[in-house]
């Protein structure tokens, strides 16, 4: 490498009581250079780059920025230096617009005025069209991410941070975001890409730093290793991809016809006239951009919304006017795809959220009462199966990571025995070996003859564990097709709205 | 004119009893914008009144006065603030005892100086603008802190909409996680708006104890720090609004005594619960639809805040 150094990190080390975040944490990023740092749920990649953008402060080791001593101690020094952050949970305000965002993210802003007009200039050059006098509650996920670009960007950063940048995007947005990275790094500016999304750190970084359990395991040039390899280096493990066992598919399990439901989601997408049928031992993979329908059709399907009887059938007994305890009664378990507020209840501890969805099918009440010996022992058997790492059942859901939080949520409705199971975004934030070990969970489940839906935006997960494939657009669903024999065409054009075999016209 | 009511003297009235609750209403306005939600707007308050009245008695001027009730009010609004911000007290519990230890801790304070005069704080002198028929009793007859309050309306407003200061305040009532990893200060922020909502309920109760009564009884306030609180929703948290809703529920106040000296037709009691029930309609109107966001509440109202690691 010929390049200038910009920052080196040495021996960089962050303690919490009871976990050690980060040991002995080296590497050096080069100026012009997209650097990736690898590693699972809980690796330290976060808390390694809040101590660069000074909102944690390193215990022992020393960063060094140009030559120079670095030590921010806010991360209003770091921007000072010129190192900007797009978070992944985005540091956004919603009853705010997008104008005042950016100014809340700048040390000295102009002017609202002149500010709006900067933001246009930007935001045109590096094609990420945004309207500066727009509520950013009224963006798409894609839209608030340019906000924080474009927020870090008016600034001219010399290091840019991106913390997982693409798990909300859909693959369109990925390319325009990727085409802006690089424009930026022919400008000269630095990029950290923290992702777990092994394809597009060979796509897109020069230099990997592997993290595991806190500690740097190895480094590579992404474009010269295999996914596989880079994978394994971050679970210090040979992953296995999941096993599909083909077996005879069984009779109908689930069956929904003509399901439609207005969205009791604010700018939510109705459903129109859904049909489809589960059989025993199958997966029923349905795929589709985010705000199709996939939210409603989980409600739906969950008992959340309540429907005529016959719209939605388990074992050809109608369930659609029931709510979801008797469903679950009748067999079905539902995932949905916001784990905090929704699967889990943020500030109950993860037996009792054990509790709240397993009472029916694992027998946790009796008269009555919580049997918390048998709860305590269906977390913990959650716990140990689906890997969870967390210090105990008694902490609390929201304090744990989100791809653990998932693995929690998922496991503890596979492992209630259903014979109907609905998922809606199964491995979203989850790393790759524990994305494996859940997929692998839902086709054993399969082959015990449940019934599966897998709602999901991840393509290559769908096909990966489907038996037959559908898309959601705009609420209508396609007819369910058997994966075998599918082309990549005509994903794309179910995706796009071409119901059944129709010809697609495409109006530009 | 209306069954022996003067629509002047009823203007200018209204007017003068609505600066306590349009000033306490302020304050908390500011303090909710910034996510936090005090509830002690009553226990400020009448620190406030007592608070201002030894002031003025002791050293004998009005406007020392006033300035003690904004200290009153302001040093136990850090009791709060230290509850609820450093300790991560529920604000709500915190916010009600602090309205139950301010009733009682004035009544102890208030002991010796029942049954005093204050010093007096004459009208602003406008000179001949003053004697303009109806204009002058409605607008240039009144004392320094009716002006002051509708000043502090608009500069509340101003600050809020254009300073970076308010939009900080706003981003920190919008969501504290954001802000906090933008590097502000939440906890900073939140107890540099509490000191100042109570400052404002302060001075709003010295108003009380000063002008609008002017002794020292227990219990002066009677609930205008519960208006307050609902003229802050009333308004949804917009500060003209807050001077409309103060007039509102001031108007009604008045209107209810001149009803009763006029011996109208209707009982009192639907008066005075007019403005609970307007409030309550205005709520469900707003709620219902499009959210919070048409709510304008801010997101993070009540919410306490713990920078994670």
């Given at each position: 490498?010929?390049?200038?150094?910009?920052?080196?990190?040495?021996?960089?080390?962050?303690?919490y009581?009871?976990?050690?975040a980060?040991?002995?944490?080296?590497?050096?990023?080069?100026?012009?250079e997209?650097?990736a740092?690898?590693?699972?749920?809980?690796?330290?990649?976060?808390t390694?780059v809040k101590m660069?953008?000074?909102l944690?402060?390193?215990d022992?080791?020393?960063?060094?920025?140009?030559g120079?001593p670095?030590a921010?101690?806010?991360?209003?020094?770091?921007?000072?230096?010129?190192?900007?952050?797009?978070?992944?949970?985005?540091s956004?305000?919603?009853?705010?617009?997008?104008a005042e965002n950016?100014?809340l993210?700048?040390?000295t802003?102009?002017p609202?005025?002149?500010?709006?007009?900067?933001?246009?200039?930007?935001?045109?050059?590096?094609?990420?069209?945004?309207?500066p006098?727009?509520?950013?509650?009224?963006?798409?996920?894609?839209?608030?991410?340019?906000v924080?670009?474009?927020?870090?960007?008016?600034?001219?950063?010399?290091l840019?941070?991106?913390?997982?940048?693409?798990?909300?995007?859909?693959?369109?947005?990925v390319?325009?975001?990727?085409?802006?990275?690089?424009?930026?790094?022919?400008?000269g500016?630095?990029?950290l890409?923290?992702?777990h999304k092994?394809?597009?750190i060979?796509a897109l970084?020069?230099?990997?730093?592997?993290?595991?359990?806190?500690k740097?395991?190895?480094?590579?040039?992404p474009r010269?290793a295999t996914a596989?390899?880079?994978?394994?280096?971050?679970v210090g493990?040979t992953?296995?991809p999941?096993?599909?066992?083909?077996?005879e598919?069984?009779?109908?399990a689930?069956?929904?016809?003509?399901?439609?439901?207005a969205?009791?989601?604010?700018?939510?997408?109705?459903?129109?006239?859904?049909?489809?049928?589960?059989?025993?031992?199958e997966?029923?993979g349905?795929?589709?951009v985010?705000?199709n329908g996939q939210d409603e059709l989980?409600l739906?399907?969950?008992g959340?919304?309540?429907?005529?009887g016959?719209?939605v059938?388990?074992?050809s007994q109608p369930?659609?006017?029931?709510?979801?305890?008797?469903?679950r009664?009748?067999g079905?378990?539902?995932a949905?795809?916001?784990r905090?507020?929704?699967?889990?209840?943020?500030n109950m501890?993860?037996t009792e959220?054990a509790?709240?969805s397993?009472?029916?099918?694992?027998?946790?009440?009796?008269?009555?009462?919580?049997?918390?010996?048998k709860?305590?022992?269906?977390?913990k058997?959650?716990?140990?199966?689906?890997?969870?790492?967390t210090?105990?059942t008694?902490?609390a859901a929201?304090?744990l990571?989100?791809?653990n939080?998932?693995k929690f949520?998922?496991?503890?409705e596979?492992?209630q025995?259903?014979?109907v199971?609905?998922?809606?975004?199964?491995?979203?934030?989850?790393?790759?070996?524990?994305?494996?070990s859940?997929?692998?969970?839902i086709?054993?489940?399969?082959a015990?003859g449940?019934?599966v839906v897998?709602i999901?935006?991840?393509?290559?997960?769908?096909?990966?564990?489907?038996?037959s494939?559908?898309a959601l657009?705009?609420g209508?669903?396609?007819?369910?097709?058997?994966v075998?024999?599918?082309?990549?065409?005509e994903i794309?054009?179910?995706?796009?709205?071409?119901?059944g075999?129709?010809?697609?016209?495409?109006?530009? | 004119?209306f069954?022996?009511?003067?629509?002047?003297?009823l203007i200018a009235?209204?007017?003068m009893a609505?600066v306590?609750i349009l000033?306490?209403?302020?304050g908390?306005?500011?303090v909710?914008?910034?996510?936090?939600l005090n509830?002690g707007?009553e226990?400020?308050m009448?620190?406030?009144?007592?608070?201002?009245?030894?002031?003025?008695?002791?050293?004998?001027?009005?406007m020392l006065?006033?300035?003690?009730?904004?200290v009153?009010?302001?040093a136990?609004?850090l009791l709060?603030?230290?509850?609820?911000?450093?300790?991560?007290?529920n604000?709500?519990?915190?916010?009600l005892a602090?309205?139950?230890f301010?009733?009682?801790f004035?009544?102890l304070?208030?002991?010796s100086?029942?049954?005093?005069?204050?010093?007096?704080?004459g009208?602003?002198?406008f000179g001949?603008?003053?004697d303009?028929?109806?204009f002058g009793?409605?607008?240039?007859?009144h004392?320094?802190?009716?002006y002051l309050?509708i000043?502090?309306?608009?500069?509340?407003?101003?600050f809020l909409?254009?300073?970076?200061?308010g939009?900080i305040?706003?981003?920190?009532g919008?969501?504290h996680?954001?802000a906090?990893a933008?590097g502000?200060?939440?906890?900073?922020i939140?107890?540099?708006?509490?000191?100042?909502g109570?400052?404002?309920?302060?001075l709003?109760?010295?108003?009380?104890?000063?002008i609008?009564v002017?002794?020292?009884v227990d219990?002066i306030?009677?609930?205008?720090g519960?208006?307050?609180?609902?003229?802050?929703v009333f308004a949804?948290w917009?500060?003209?609004?807050?001077l409309?809703?103060?007039?509102?529920f001031?108007?009604i106040t008045?209107l209810?005594?001149?009803?009763?000296a006029?011996?109208?037709?209707?009982?009192v009691?639907?008066?005075?619960m007019?403005?609970?029930?307007?409030t309550i309609?205005?709520l469900?109107?707003m709620?219902?639809?499009r959210?919070?966001?048409a709510?304008?509440?801010?997101?993070c109202?009540?919410?306490?805040?713990?920078?994670a690691?």
């Open positions: 490498m010929t390049a200038v150094e910009l920052l080196r990190i040495e021996g960089v080390t962050k303690a009581p009871g976990v050690v980060n040991s002995d944490v080296s590497f050096t990023i080069h100026e012009g997209v650097h740092l690898l590693g699972e749920n809980g690796a330290g990649k976060s390694l660069i953008y000074g944690v402060k390193p022992q080791g020393r960063m060094t920025w140009q120079a670095y921010p101690a806010k991360p209003s020094a770091a921007r000072a230096s010129g190192v900007a952050m797009v978070f992944q949970h985005f956004l305000f919603e009853a705010l617009n997008v950016v100014a993210g700048m040390e802003p102009p609202m005025r002149e500010l709006a007009a900067k933001i246009r200039a930007v935001s045109e050059h590096y094609g990420l069209p945004l309207d006098a727009r509520m950013v509650g009224d963006l798409s996920a894609g839209e608030r991410q340019r924080e670009i474009i927020r870090c960007l008016l600034q001219s950063p010399k840019l941070i991106m913390d997982e940048p693409t798990s909300v995007l859909t693959p369109q947005e390319d325009i975001l990727f085409r802006t990275l690089r424009q930026l790094k022919e400008a500016t630095s990029i890409y923290i992702s092994l394809e597009e060979r970084c020069d230099e990997a730093t592997i993290l595991r359990r806190g740097v395991v190895g480094s590579c040039t010269d596989r390899e880079m994978a394994e280096m971050m493990a992953i296995t999941p096993e599909r066992r083909v077996g598919k069984g009779p109908v689930l069956g929904v016809s003509d399901l439609s439901v969205s009791p989601i604010p700018f939510g997408t109705s459903l129109k006239s859904v049909s489809f049928t589960v059989a025993k031992g997966v029923l349905i795929a589709g985010a705000g989980l739906a399907l969950s959340e919304i309540r429907t005529e016959d719209r059938r388990i074992h369930v659609g006017d029931l709510g979801p305890v008797e469903r009664r009748a079905l378990v539902a949905p795809e916001e905090l507020g929704h699967a889990a209840a943020p501890s993860l959220n509790f709240l397993g009472v029916v099918r694992q027998g946790l009440a009796s008269s009555g009462f919580i049997d918390w010996g709860t305590e022992n269906f977390a058997s959650i716990i140990e199966t689906f890997d969870v790492r210090p105990g008694h902490v929201r304090a990571s989100g791809g939080l998932q949520v998922v496991g503890r596979l492992l025995d259903p014979e199971i609905v998922i809606n975004q199964p491995t979203w934030g989850v790393d790759a070996a524990a994305a494996a859940i997929r692998q969970a086709l054993d489940r399969a015990a449940a019934a897998v999901s935006q991840d393509l290559d997960e769908l096909l990966e564990i489907s038996d494939f559908a657009n705009e209508r669903l396609t007819r369910p097709r058997p075998e024999g599918l082309t990549i065409d794309g054009l179910m995706m796009g709205g071409a119901h075999m129709e010809v697609a016209h495409h109006v530009g | 004119m069954g022996g009511i003067d629509p002047s003297l009235s209204l007017m609505s306590p000033l306490a209403a302020l908390e306005l500011v909710e914008k910034a996510g936090v509830l707007v226990g400020m009448i620190m406030g009144a007592i608070c201002g009245f030894i002031t003025a008695v002791e050293t004998g001027s009005p006065g006033f300035l003690g009730g904004a009153g009010g302001a136990l609004s709060f603030a230290v509850l609820t911000q450093v300790m991560q007290a604000q709500v519990a915190s916010g602090l309205t139950l301010g009733i009682g004035s009544s304070l208030g002991q100086y029942v049954g005093i005069k204050p010093p007096h704080l009208a602003v002198p001949p603008l003053a303009i028929p109806f009793k409605v607008l240039f007859g004392d320094l802190f009716v309050s000043a502090a309306v608009a500069a509340i407003w101003a909409k254009y300073a970076r200061g939009l305040l706003r981003a920190v919008e969501s996680d954001a906090h933008l502000y200060k939440v906890v900073r939140r107890v540099l708006a509490i000191a100042f109570g400052a404002m309920a302060g709003g109760g010295a108003y009380l104890s000063l609008r002017p002794q020292w219990g306030t009677a609930g205008a519960w208006i307050a609180l609902a003229i802050v949804s917009r500060p003209w609004r807050a409309l809703g103060a007039w509102l001031g108007g008045v209810q005594l001149n009803l009763q006029a011996q109208a037709g209707i009982p009691e639907y008066l005075s007019s403005p609970y029930v307007i309609l205005v469900v109107l709620s219902s639809g959210g919070k966001t709510l304008n509440a801010p997101a109202l009540g919410q306490n805040f713990h920078a690691r």
